[in-house]
């Protein structure tokens, strides 16, 4: 299973938060506020294209924020000592005073867990905030074993994650369901293996015409998940 917005609601609130910390650094030293933000709106689009670079930058987060800090304050003419390094710490601690489990987490894992469903959580990021938010919220009771991968070395899609969450919890993949927001890294990649890939689709959107993956399931809940089992 996966973690962010699988679990938690990690994306909600980042555009705002991206401002707050923006008008709160940023303002104090002339700086344009509306277009720092538009310059970092533009650099986070870009700066998570490239999945290699991806890969990298996402194993240390606070160090990834900084340097797209650092790109907006650059495109808006910008040269101001530690500047970019007091964006991104704001924005972090904003992060973490608007993220939450979705409101049915806590529920559903404890029905799961105790229909005797044996659950793996499968994340990629940063090792140190990962686990910061596992322990938050008290999930790794729910959870046989926890595979970060900032602490397993790669992380989704390398098969390698998900056959060591496999080998860790004793079961074959014909038997094992991946369930997650994202369709490559949590349907796609697992299906390749003979996983059934469950999408997380929230907003109810639908799976992108120009995309080819056919989840097995669909559900806007998690609380939907012990019905399919």
Known sequence: MDLDDTLLDYSGGVDDC???????????????VAALVQA?????????????????????????????????????????????DAIAADYLARRWTVMKLFPETLETLALLRDRGVRMALVTNGDAGQQRQKIERY?????????????????????????????????????????????????VAAPQRLGLRGVWIDRPGTGVPQEVEVQPHHTIRSLSELPGLL
Request: glycine share 10%; charged share 25%.
């Open 18 to 32: 991206w401002e707050g910390a923006c008008a709160s650094i940023a303002a104090p030293a002339k700086v344009d």
């Open 138 to 186: 008290g999930l790794a009771a729910f959870f046989e074993t926890i595979v970060i991968e900032g602490e397993f070395g790669v992380g989704k899609p390398d098969e390698s994650v998900y056959r060591h969450a496999l080998s860790s919890l004793g079961v074959d993949a014909a038997v094992a369901w991946m369930v997650g927001d994202n369709l490559e890294w949590d």
């Open 40 to 84: 970092i709106a533009e650099t986070r689009r870009w700066f998570w294209t490239d999945p290699v670079q991806a890969a990298q930058e996402r194993k240390d987060m606070l160090r990834a924020w900084t340097r797209i800090a650092a790109h907006g304050l650059d495109r808006c003419g910008v040269r101001i000592d530690g500047l970019c």
